[in-house]
């Protein structure tokens, strides 16, 4: 063969082999990893002349018992992305814009306007990922390296790739990984841990979980992350970190997660039918945790995005990891779970307006963890307690693991950002965001000792 058509089919294979990828992508993006329960055909939910906005002072508003986020959410179809007792951050349709402008007007309510076109950011997310894919495999081509691997922190990731992530690493280091498969969602999918251990039996345990809340991508990324930094290089991890028994579950509402990959990206529960009202679908998990159920912070109604579902761990979710967990719970010293957004590190409680006996040993590890994240990557991060900041919300698997589990180390994390973006965070920021999940769960296990 002469160097001329040597080149002409090395430029064939690299172009193949980008059609092949993007083949690939193409199929996650319709839903390749589809449940028993699932539509295909399901038309994907479009946030076009959709804005994303802050009313701010709500709790001023709240003190004349004018709930705010309700009439938002049922009057003018608003979807809450994040509440506080500082703020509201809601995307809201401009038709619906006029009326509740006028609303919030008469009750002297400030507004901000974050994005003006929710779907621009949407696009605008996907674009960069697939170009960051590209160019990757550009290299790899060049590089005529195959790893085996898809896994990349470059995009957001599919189920698929994140469980053959899990597997590959299990596969890898067979002696001190195990793979389980904890139980299944109502779509049919695993529910997927994977325990990084030397010493089952006598090592102290740290759980960290990610993706309760479908939208909030940046937590699976995180937390592969996280399950990359341990594995990576595991022969030389300090002692606090080789002598501590992980449990990593980066995906823990598998079929949220997809749908919100395939047909609505701001989708956060779970995608059980409600059987008292149709087509009402999806329990928040992240309310369906035994303890303080009835508390403020989560609804009754199955069509709120906070739906607290018919009953406490009525989910097949929250019923597996409680169920896993509950067994475990000896020696289980660490309890973290990651969200997004605020860029906060807090701690128990939340379903009530109490802090724990020991809050400021919590507070002081988060402090640490904190201070640690500016120095590597310069963002700030804001560590309390979680009513605080959060408001008060029942239900929690946060509180849930120290009330009931007796856990010391409890912490959520909510990642990027501050509100710029807020679930629809740019890939380009996973990498850093994942060196901040990280940061917590290295100054974490540490504190554990
Ligand atoms: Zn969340």
């Not at 290089?233 to 079929?255: A, F, G, S």
Request: proline letters at 4%; aromatic letters at 10%.
């Amino acid at each position: 063969m002469n160097h001329r058509s040597l080149l002409l089919w090395m430029l064939f294979g690299s172009l193949l082999a980008l059609a092949v990828a993007r083949g690939n992508s193409n199929a996650s993006l319709t839903g390749h990893v589809l449940g028993d329960h699932e539509d295909l055909n399901e038309i994907p939910v479009r946030y076009d002349d959709t804005e994303l906005w802050r009313i701010h002072n709500i709790s001023d508003a709240l003190l004349w018992t004018v709930p705010v986020t309700e009439i938002m959410e049922n009057k003018f179809g608003a979807n809450i992305w994040k509440e506080n007792p500082k703020y509201v951050d809601l995307s809201i349709t401009k038709t619906q814009a006029k009326g509740a402008r006028s609303f919030l007007n008469a009750h002297r309510l400030d507004t901000e306007v974050l994005a003006r076109n929710v779907q621009d950011l949407i696009d605008e997310e996907q674009l960069e990922g697939i170009r960051a894919t590209q160019a990757k495999l550009g290299r790899r081509i060049r590089k005529a390296s195959n790893d085996g691997s898809e896994m990349n922190w470059n995009d957001y990731q599919s189920l698929e790739t994140i469980y053959d992530y899990m597997r590959e690493i299990r596969a890898k280091y067979p002696d001190i990984c195990r793979l389980y498969t904890i139980g299944h969602t109502y779509g049919g999918r695993e529910l997927k841990v994977l325990r990084i251990s030397e010493n089952p039996r006598d090592n102290k345990k740290i759980w960290i979980d990610g993706g309760i809340h479908a939208r909030e991508w940046i937590s699976p990324a995180t937390v592969t992350f996280i399950l990359s930094k341990l594995m990576d290089d595991w022969e030389n991890q300090p002692k606090y970190i080789r002598e501590l028994t992980w449990y990593i579950m980066p995906v823990m509402n598998p079929d949220g997660y997809q749908y919100s990959r395939t047909v609505n990206r701001l989708w956060r529960k779970n995608r059980s039918p409600s059987t008292i009202r149709a087509n009402c679908f999806g329990v928040d998990l992240n309310r369906n945790f035994d303890i303080g159920w009835t508390s403020q912070g989560s609804s009754k109604d199955p069509c709120s995005d906070i739906y607290r579902g018919s009953a406490p761990n009525s989910e097949l979710e929250t019923k597996a990891v409680a169920e896993f967990l509950s067994k475990r719970k000896y020696n289980l010293e660490a309890y973290l779970t990651y969200h997004s957004y605020g860029q906060l590190i807090v701690y128990p409680w939340a379903f009530k307006a109490v802090k724990v006996k020991d809050a400021n040993v919590l507070q002081r590890v988060a402090n640490t963890a904190a201070e640690r994240i500016i120095q590597k990557t310069g963002t700030p991060y804001k560590a309390a307690v979680t009513h605080e900041v959060l408001g008060i919300a029942g239900g929690g698997s946060d509180d849930w693991s120290r009330g009931v589990l007796g856990v010391k180390y409890v912490y959520t994390v909510e990642l990027r950002d501050r509100g710029l973006n807020g679930f629809v965070l740019p890939p380009k920021y996973i990498k850093d965001t994942a060196i901040e999940g990280w940061t917590v769960a290295e100054t974490v296990a540490q504190a554990i000792g």
